[in-house]
């Protein structure tokens, strides 16, 4: 079985938002193990998609705020 880790999700155990390696997906449930503690859960696939589709946001933000505030100072 090929792992992939590419899967942000709050692991129910460590309580931290981790990396989660997938492990199996069979319908509309999808196997994850966290990458920090190893807790393996049962997680429904579209609540970890839009977990995830959050934290690319959240990630697009943060690194669209730092290029503004480095224009911001190249300018003033």
């Known amino acids: 079985m090929e792992l992939d880790l590419s899967q942000i999700y709050t692991c129910p155990s460590c309580r931290m938002e981790t990396p989660h390696y997938l492990l199996a997906r069979r319908e509309d449930r999808v196997g994850i193990a966290c990458a920090r503690c190893q807790t393996v859960s049962l997680v ?27 224009r911001f100072d190249e300018d003033h």
């Open 44 to 70: 429904d696939a579209e609540q970890l998609e839009t977990h995830q589709a959050w934290w690319e946001d959240e990630l697009r933000q943060i690194l669209s705020s730092l290029d503004d505030e480095h």
